[in-house]
């Protein structure tokens, strides 16, 4: 027996009702376009997934049923089951459901039975999860869905829907990723089909993990699973990167796009579902198993997933290898659809970039001529969704025909500036002016002396002090306090140019400041607090020096932006301070450690939940290249300067999630900001296990 499965990426915005029911209408014609008698879409997609705190808002809860509502009175589930993800508020307690719809009538409410509440997760915050079991009990409609629809009462609950051909049934998210997952249940109960509607964010070298598990859900049981999943910026740092899949028997059916600027894409197979009997058939001790299994309730229904002309015709689909990014790409492209949703959906001008001749900065650059690339293949391939975004984007009358050149759409959009002193080089701003022509900014370059020295006269003439460099003297304290200047002063210049540079060029609106900070940095506390490393939002805020510098190496030869490879060579550098024949200010020199040891530090500290003892345990091993005092002293210093710095992460620029040792205070990374910072009784331990270490080394 064959049938046509659907299953969608969606591209949804927390709160834009109107946006997300059109999007998922349009999803639903799509499916029923292609013959397909069922369609899964994500999680929380009538809301979107990021409202967070709104879903505690009745508010909330009555625009959704309205959402549905529109839904069911058009006629769009006419002939075909459709799975809808929404929150449900049911005996005064709210819940995360898949919510069964056909021929414009409820069949079942299916709650979530475990809740997401780590790392970027906070689930049991809005919703409670399904602890009554394997079992159904009645819901009372809202009125005017009672009303709409004729029916009082539906079950809520965990069951199947039985068709005369086959079971189905569903999971949402993170079920997929627990031990005792529902699938297996459903699986030795008889289920055929198992699907599930998640809100999934896009983490570097995650999309492995993923395909993985989806394809060992319907490998050791058997059977058909679906996955749809939100693609895009829903509303926060989060991107989630679509991917919808269907797999069968532990083989990949078909696959959707991790990265596009699609906002709705619908994903379909055939399969037959004797080729799931036949495989769980084969398997006698499954069938053991199987025999003893609970059964599950069911919501019978008069629907055949067999089409009504029968299923000969149908040509199964054939297992495909699943498609995976380099990493490289991965960077390339997640935080450059980020960026794009963000612009279109902020009605900002545009972007506006402190470039310093960098890697970071750099890298910021690069990201943003990535999202024109994008859009200008999507304007030439005639998206017309983009293409409508384009031209209300720029409504001034033009059409968006001149954008199928990025440049020309990079110059549109996309302002940079090199904010030099007597302290930066010539080098640095050549190579800061070129990459702008390459990806084809608008570009300023200033020189702000005038503004540094008029503060430093300033305070001399207040104070009567005078305060000088490191290398003209002067102590640790004036040092810092020079460089910080020439920081937030570049902070203040892109701020005034950012709101002023449309007004220049006789265009409205004002433009988004980029951050241009990498993760390592904001883990040390590199950088100086509302500096020109903050901006309104940073695409390379959760990623570490490591993988730009692996990006931009392939950018220079995939995107066409040669210009990155004297950037890449460059050592990294501040240019704070004034260079002289025997000092050159270096990143790495000034931070006491490189960039290799930050990235091990941010993953040891918090993948592995290391404290200073555990982490030094840990590298005392990993680094037998140096005696254990050098490696204590190098795990001393990490946290002496972590927790003299964390209070700069509550001020931290909302930044694209993309690493999972991110110090992001504001949503990821819950740990104070007020620390002892000599760690005392912690430093004593790590010194005993020393004297240890290098008593036994002596014998």
Known sequence: MKTVLATCNLNQWSLDFEGNTARIIESIEIAKERGARYRLGPELEITGYSCEDHFLELDTLLHTWESLACILKGGYTDGILCDIGMPVMHRNVRYNCRVFVLDGKLLLI??????????????HRWFTAWERGWRTEPYTLPREITELVGQRMVPIGIAAIATPDTLLASETCE??????????????????????GSGSHHELRKLDTRIALIRNASAKNGGIYLYANQQGCDGG???????????????ILAQGSQFSLKDVEVVTATVNLQDVRAYRGAKASRAVQASKMEPLPQ???????????????????????????????????????????????????GYFIPLSGGADSGAVATLVGSMCQLVAKAIRDTDTATI???????????????????RVLAHRLL??????????????????????????????????????????????RITQKTPRFKVEGGSYRENQALQNIQARLRMVLSYLFAQMMPWVRNREGTLLVLGTGNVDEALRG????????????????????????????????????????EIVDAPPTAELEPITETYTQIDEDDMGMTYAELSRFGQLRKMEQCGPVSMFEKLVQEWDHLPPHEVAEKVKRFFRYYSINRHKMTTLTPSYHAESYSPDDNRFDLR?????????????RIDAYVKKLEMSDAE
């Open 110 to 123: 299916r709650p979530k039975m475990v809740l997401a509440s780590d790392g970027n997760y906070r689930e």
């Open 175 to 196: 079920e997929l990723f627990v031990p005792m997952s529902p699938h297996i249940h459903f699986g030795n109960a008889g289920v055929e089909i198992i699907a599930n």
């Open 237 to 251: 740092r989060l991107y989630f990167d679509g991917c919808a899949l269907i797999a069968q028997n532990g083989e």
């Open 299 to 349: 919501i019978d229904i008069d629907f055949d997933f067999e089409p009504a002309h029968g299923s000969s015709v149908l040509n199964v689909s054939r297992k495909i290898k699943p498609h995976t990014h380099e990493l490289e790409e991965e960077i390339a492209l997640g935080p450059a659809c980020w960026l794009w949703d963000y612009l279109r959906r902020s009605g900002a001008a």
């Open 388 to 406: 409508r975004d384009v031209e209300r984007w720029l409504d001034d009358g033009e059409t968006s025909d001149v954008f199928t050149d990025p």
């Open 415 to 460: 302002y940079t500036c090199y904010i030099g002193t007597e302290n930066s080089s010539r080098d640095t701003q050549k190579r800061a002016k070129l990459l702008a022509e390459q990806i084809g900014a608008y570009h300023l370059n200033i020189n702000m002396d005038g503004l540094v020295n008029a503060l430093q006269v300033l305070f001399t």
């Open 526 to 565: 590199y950088l100086t607090k509302y500096d020109c490393s903050s901006g309104d939002i940073n695409p390379i805020g959760g990623i570490s020096k490591h993988d730009l510098r692996r990006f931009l190496n392939w950018a220079k030869d995939h995107l066409g932006y040669t210009a990155l490879s």
């Open 672 to 684: 104070q900001f007020l620390y002892n910072v000599q760690w005392t009784w912690q430093f004593r």
